[in-house]
């Protein structure tokens, strides 16, 4: 019987298009429950679908440090991540979400009640 060879999967292969990227992205926001290295790791293949030279050169950062902050083994600080972002044609986008009520205790009411 014949072996079949595999290789290891690369999502960055499959990023071709800026809406390929933006709806990766997009659903890696929303996998990512918080953990910042793993939004960190899906910018990274972005970046290598790319190129990451190209994108270090015009995120303002080192090629090495932008390997080093978008491995997933760390957590870049926010103003990288905007930089690289904006290097990539990408967007944050805020949006409203309704939280339970037990979770809004404690939070002002409104703009008067957190002045002191």
């Known amino acids: 019987m014949k072996k079949t060879a595999t290789s290891r999967y690369d ?12 709806a990766y992205f997009e659903a890696c926001l929303e996998e990512a429950e918080g953990d910042a290295a ?12 790319r190129g990451m030279s190209q994108v270090a050169r015009d995120a303002g950062v080192s090629r090495e440090s932008l390997y080093k902050a978008l491995s997933g083994e760390r957590t870049p600080g926010f103003d990288t991540i905007l930089k690289v972002m904006t290097a990539l ?3 944050l986008h805020a949006e409203a979400v309704h939280i339970p009520n037990n979770a809004q205790q404690g939070a002002p009411t409104d703009a008067r009640s957190s002045r002191g």
């Open 38 to 49: 793993f939004i960190a790791k899906a910018l990274g293949d972005i970046a290598r679908a």
């Open 11 to 22: 999502v960055a292969e499959h990023l071709r298009t800026p809406e390929e990227m933006a």
């Open 89 to 91: 044609g990408l967007k």
